[in-house]
């Protein structure tokens, strides 16, 4: 296969889909745009798709990271089926990333880790919020946060055992480019028996 039958606009797409998702990713955090980490996540109900913009928190070569509530609705989805899909949209540059694969938790060390990295307010705000459930109002939100916050006081807020971390493990990637007159530049990566076969797709 041929690389340089492969273009993304002006560029010769790498091989590695991890390392050209990392080239986009870096060139978009430099431009100092607000919330970079934005991404749209798609689960799979019993009755239909979900999807929500969640923060992507890391990632390498092992797949990509998100925190959530394990209770919230996503959390109970991806409980039933693993299936998930992720959506990267960056408009200032005209990209756009897609991303497939099955969904996994991360240990419970990289949770605490990251936990523990969250601003006190967030952490007591992830023990104060029932992510998804009814509430009668903002007010029963806000006596449910400042009755933890008087709870933890003096004392370490450690991460509540239904938070924590998903790693998206990818077996399919789009990169896509806008091109000129609507012909838009696509390559795909699939994951084949450990290798990542590209292919270029028609707008």
Not at 11 to 20: A, G, K, L, R
Not at 104 to 110: F, G, L, Q, R
Not at 189 to 196: K, Q, V
Request: hydrophobic residues 35%.
């Amino acid at each position: 296969m041929k690389m340089l039958s492969f273009t993304l606009g002006d560029e010769i797409p790498c091989p590695d889909p991890f390392t050209q998702f990392d080239s986009w990713y870096r060139h978009r955090l430099s431009l100092n745009l607000p919330v970079p980490e934005s991404m749209s996540l798609g689960t799979m109900s019993e009755t239909g798709v979900s999807i929500r913009t969640v923060l992507l928190k890391g990632y390498d070569n092992n797949g990509f990271v998100f925190f959530t509530n394990y209770l919230s609705r996503k959390g109970k989805q991806l409980e039933i089926n693993n299936s998930a899909a992720l959506l990267f949209f960056w408009p200032e540059t005209l990209q756009q990333v897609r991303i497939e694969g099955s969904v996994i938790k991360v240990t419970e060390e990289e949770s605490d880790k990251y936990f523990m990295s969250r601003p006190l307010e967030s952490r007591i705000g992830a023990w104060a919020s029932e992510q998804s459930s009814k509430i009668p109002g903002m007010k029963y939100l806000e006596e449910r946060f400042e009755k933890y916050k008087s709870d933890f006081k003096n004392k370490t807020v450690d991460r509540p055992a239904h938070w924590g971390g998903y790693r998206l493990l990818p077996v399919w990637f789009e990169f896509w480019k806008e091109g000129k007159h609507r012909l838009h530049h696509r390559v795909s990566y699939t994951l084949d028996n450990n290798t990542w076969l590209m292919e270029q797709l028609a707008p």
